[in-house]
């Protein structure tokens, strides 16, 4: 063991030597490679291992820039590497109307990764400042990492996509590690793991074994969380909702086509049929249909004849759910007319039950910010911007237990899917990922269902235009699921939420953002107690 110990330092002290020779430019190139090798970790794709030579490389790279200037833009680079193969498939979206949006792709990839990149950048920074050992740097970089993370999920309406805690959604045991720490306490696992690899290459002679036992210390940590995850699905109920059977449809319609007026009429019977039509095999009847956000292209709460055919492919006593826009007035958002994008509940007598306005909006999709300053239009169709609902809200819909409805990337924000002061039983989530093709973006959309599932301690039900759409349980196990351009329905009964959820869904961030301090707090602490630092 003492000899496989020794290779790997003298490779790790080898690699090491080789970075701290690079140039700035070549470390910036290399440092924006490291980045998109990272994203190669994430859903679908979750070559997991790559986070290790990723991280320990940014690592390095920030510990032996020559300033901390220079550290500010390695990490800048990592950043703009790692979001910009993160979001490319937000390209897709503006393909739709190529001949309008097509010119904005460049803008948009490299907008995503020089903006979202400085929070690397400040990691990065935060690693350099910090003296002393490459342990310390270690820990210092999970911790800002991490911290940062929970920033980037709420800073400038927020958009935390691809936490590097979601890498293991493959492993239905370490998600569950969710239900303590959120996605975000994952992350701080995650990166400390993967960069005290690299701490193993100190050449400080007075940390001894510390980067070591930092290294064993955080992959034990793994093993623990993965060992707490199974031993909390092997007691884990799979008991139903008594008397609720869910549809739910994708109909798998082009988003160029989604809209067109000529085709309302087919794509609304195509959902009406999928909606009434025979279960499969000896299922039994569906008491509510679900269908995906706007699959309703137009304000069907003003059509009555619409809502009459949807009424009569309704189960009796049950409801169809679909979204669809809005219009309404209200002088308080200084509009006479107000347009919001909505979920809204049809009973079997065509009447409209209950109705939830999506209150996260998405920027330049739904919105477009300083518009009276910027000359764009918002990439979806129809004139002028959404109006912004109040916020979670639970609904008591017929024949089901209390939902949080969220439309879209509403899903995407830990601990902002429900109504603290009123918890849901459930969360269903109906988006319209047609927008982004067969590209990663759904994948990872599909992903955060899962993780919100595992820390809320909720089941959770989604129902996307083209897939994925699926029944998650409150363990983040997903009962059934339509696959990615695939049309059709599934049938399937409703998970019961957990009576006592995990420590996440009780606290909130304040579990995982001062584990995230306290690290960063120590690692900053302890270099200040080592007499060797890196060479500036």
């Known amino acids: 063991m003492n000899r496989v110990h020794a290779v790997i330092a003298k490779t790790l002290a080898m690699l090491l030597g080789r970075a701290k020779a690079l140039g700035p430019?070549?470390?910036?190139?290399?440092?924006?490679?490291?980045?998109?090798?990272?994203?190669?970790?994430?859903?679908?794709v979750y070559q997991i291992y790559?986070?290790?030579?990723?991280?320990?490389?940014?690592?390095?790279?920030?510990?032996?820039a020559p300033s901390r200037w220079k550290a500010f833009v390695v990490g800048w680079f990592f950043g703009a590497g790692f979001f910009a193969a993160s979001l490319y498939w937000v390209s897709f979206a503006l393909l739709v109307e190529a001949e309008k949006f097509a010119w904005l792709?460049?803008?948009?990839?490299?907008?995503?990764?020089?903006?979202?990149?400085?929070?690397?950048?400040?990691?990065?920074?935060?690693?350099?400042?910090?003296r002393g050992s490459l342990t310390a740097k270690a820990m210092v970089l999970a911790g800002s990492w991490a911290f940062l993370e929970w920033v980037r999920s709420w800073l400038l309406t927020g958009l935390p996509w691809n936490p590097v805690g979601s890498v293991w959604a493959f492993?239905?045991?370490?998600?569950?590690?969710?239900?303590?720490?959120?996605?975000?306490?994952?992350?701080?696992?995650?990166?400390?793991?993967?960069?005290?690899?690299?701490?193993?290459?100190?050449?400080?002679?007075?940390?001894?074994?510390?980067?070591?036992?930092?290294?064993?210390?955080?992959?034990?940590?793994?093993?623990?969380?993965?060992?707490?995850?199974?031993?909390?699905?092997?007691?884990?109920?799979?008991?139903?909702?008594?008397?609720?059977?869910?549809?739910?449809?994708?109909?798998?319609?082009?988003?160029?086509e989604k809209w067109r007026p000529d085709l309302r009429e087919r794509n609304m019977m195509a959902q009406i049929e999928l909606g009434s039509a025979p279960p499969h095999g000896d299922d039994p009847q569906p008491t509510h249909i679900i269908w995906a956000e706007t699959s309703a292209p137009f304000f069907i709460e003003n059509h009555a004849a619409w809502r009459r055919l949807v009424a009569a492919a309704t189960p009796p006593g049950g409801l169809t759910?679909?979204?669809?826009?809005?219009?309404?007035?209200?002088n308080t958002a200084g509009k006479l007319m107000n347009v919001a994008n909505s979920l809204m509940a049809i009973d079997e007598y065509g009447a409209v039950t209950d109705v939830y306005d999506k209150f996260h909006l998405v920027?330049?999709?739904?919105?477009?910010?300083?518009?009276?300053?910027?000359p764009l239009d918002k990439i979806t169709q129809g004139q002028g911007s959404f109006t912004p609902g109040p916020g979670p809200r639970t609904l008591n819909l017929k024949g089901l237990p209390p939902v949080s409805p969220l439309i879209c990337y509403e899903i995407i924000f830990p601990h902002e899917v429900s109504d603290p002061d009123q918890r849901p039983q459930w969360l269903l989530n109906i988006t319209n990922d047609a927008w982004y093709g067969k590209t990663a973006g759904p994948y990872q959309h599909f992903v955060n269902a899962r993780l919100r599932a595992v820390e809320e301690g909720l089941p959770t039900v989604r129902v996307a235009f083209t897939g994925v759409s699926g029944i998650i349980d409150a363990y983040g196990r997903v009962h059934k699921k339509l696959a990615l351009g695939e049309k059709g329905f599934i049938d399937g009964g409703l998970p019961r939420a957990i009576e006592h959820p995990g420590l996440y869904a009780r606290l909130g961030n304040v579990v995982p953002v001062s584990l995230s301090i306290i690290?960063?707090?120590?690692?900053f602490l302890l270099g200040s107690f080592t007499i060797n630092r890196p060479a500036r």
């Open 321 to 330: 759910i679909l979204g669809a826009p809005r219009m309404f007035s209200d």
């Open 171 to 256: 492993s239905d045991a370490v998600l569950q590690g969710a239900a303590i720490g959120g996605v975000f306490g994952l992350s701080l696992i995650t990166v400390l793991a993967a960069a005290s690899v690299g701490a193993v290459a100190d050449d400080a002679p007075k940390m001894g074994r510390a980067p070591r036992i930092l290294s064993g210390l955080a992959f034990l940590a793994l093993i623990l969380i993965w060992g707490y995850g199974d031993q909390r699905l092997a007691t884990a109920s799979d008991e139903m909702v008594p008397d609720v059977r869910l549809r739910l449809v994708q109909p798998n319609i082009p988003q160029s």
């Open 25 to 44: 430019w070549q470390a910036r190139a290399v440092a924006f490679g490291l980045g998109v090798m990272a994203v190669f970790a994430m859903p679908p």
């Open 519 to 523: 690290l960063a707090v120590l690692g």
């Open 50 to 64: 790559l986070l290790v030579p990723a991280f320990s490389g940014l690592l390095w790279l920030s510990a032996y």
């Open 363 to 374: 920027p330049f999709g739904e919105y477009v910010p300083f518009s009276d300053w910027l």
């Open 105 to 130: 792709i460049p803008f948009a990839i490299v907008g995503f990764g020089v903006g979202l990149g400085l929070y690397v950048a400040l990691c990065a920074l935060a690693v350099h400042m910090t």
